[in-house]
T-cell receptor, first 111, second 115 residues
Framework: GQSLEQPSEVTAVEGAIVQINCTYQ??????LSWYQQHDGGAPTFLSY????GLEETGRFSSFLSRSDSYGYLLLQELQMKDSASYFC????????????FGTGTKLQVIP | DSGVTQTPKHLITATGQRVTLRCSPR?????VYWYQQSLDQGLQFLIQ???????AKGNILERFSAQQFPDLHSELNLSSLELGDSALYFC??????????????FGQGTRLTVV
């Protein structure tokens, strides 16, 4: 089976940088995704890492280390609208390749 | 707009009843996923379909069932409802449901309240 661990809550100041970590245990692994979800809204895709290293998309970057079963999401120049929950998700490499989500990190951006 | 449509948006029903949630995937996507999200909880994977066939099963209760129809829309049936089934139910779709899919597109969810 799969399990993913993320911090439950993080608070950061507007304009600052915040890192949200994710460690995972899977029976197989294809890649690590990150999704953002505002309260009451639908999760929306942010990034995907299949290989080790850093992927940058605007203010958001995502990192993966397959050997450490670890990844993180880095948010720069934080804005109030970044207050949301952030989920990491893994797609396993088993026969059915289902996607399993972590429990999510609630980010609060304060002025 | 993700292109995934879920109906209804809200549903209030009594314990013991049965409801059907509907999902239309993004045009061209063959794979549909169902997730349950209880208050302040993560997304619990329920079940995945690919082109009409069940592909993967998660922690789905026996009281719950789903299917994907030839036109690729999917329905999630919840029966003998209990108070604890109150949650947001999300449908997501992706092109193939395989490793080549790096992104899943989520609908706005159906908020089910069991009273």
């Amino acid at each position: 089976g799969q399990s993913l661990e993320q911090p439950s809550e993080v608070t950061a100041v507007e304009g600052a940088i915040v890192q949200i970590n994710c460690t995972y245990q899977t029976s197989g692994f294809y890649g690590l995704s990150w999704y953002q979800q505002h309260d009451g809204g639908a999760p929306t895709f942010l990034s995907y890492n299949a290989l080790d290293g850093l992927e940058e998309t605007g203010r958001f970057s995502s990192f993966l280390s397959r050997s450490d079963s670890y990844g993180y999401l880095l948010l720069q120049e934080l804005q109030m609208k970044d207050s949301a929950s952030y989920f990491c998700a893994v797609r396993d490499s088993g026969g059915y390749q289902k996607v399993t989500f972590g429990t999510g990190t609630k980010l609060q951006v304060i002025p | 707009d993700s292109g995934v449509t879920q109906t209804p948006k809200h549903l209030i029903t009594a314990t013991g009843q049965r409801v059907t949630l509907r999902c239309s995937p993004r045009s061209g996507d063959l794979s549909v996923y169902w997730y349950q999200q209880s208050l302040d909880q993560g997304l619990q994977f329920l079940i995945q379909y690919y082109n009409g066939e069940e592909r993967a099963k998660g922690n789905i209760l026996e009281r719950f069932s789903a299917q994907q129809f030839p036109d690729l829309h999917s329905e999630l049936n919840l029966s003998s409802l209990e108070l604890g089934d109150s949650a947001l139910y999300f449908c997501a779709s992706s092109a193939h449901g395989s490793a080549g899919d790096t992104e899943a597109f989520f609908g706005q969810g159906t908020r089910l309240t069991v009273v």
